[in-house]
């Protein structure tokens, strides 16, 4: 997954026509580093999308901006609009991740 370090960067890569999903986090999040050992066949499974990783903490600006309130969250774009938003509460299993990720109609 591809770390986001800058607003510019960020605003290039969800403007573009592919499905772009964003996962919020930041180092110091217990519940951050639990999403870490589950994540990654996840995204395999889910190639559709394009993955990238914003540390919260970073781009605070970016965060508020999307109405990032708590960690991990998982935000999905197309076209530079925010498409759907599974919130740091919903995000704790893998199959909470996979179902919201079921259920994008993009």
């Not at 403007?15 to 217990?30: M, N, R, S, V, Y």
């Not at 589950?38 to 970073?58: G, T």
């Not at 508020?64 to 991990?72: A, F, H, S």
Request: hydrophobic share 35%; aromatic share 12%; glycine share 6%.
């Amino acid at each position: 997954m591809e770390k986001i370090t800058s607003a510019e960067q960020f605003n290039e890569i969800i403007g573009g026509p592919e499905e772009t999903l964003i996962k919020f986090q930041a180092g110091w999040c217990p519940d951050c580093r639990r999403m870490e050992m589950f994540i990654d066949p996840i995204e395999e499974e889910y190639s559709r999308f394009r993955w990238y990783d914003v540390d919260r903490d970073a781009l605070p600006e970016i965060a508020d901006k999307y109405e990032v309130m708590g960690i991990p969250s998982l935000l999905i774009f197309k076209d530079g609009e925010k498409k759907a938003h599974l919130h740091s509460a919903n995000a704790k299993t893998p199959s909470q991740v996979t179902d919201f990720l079921d259920s994008y109609n993009g």
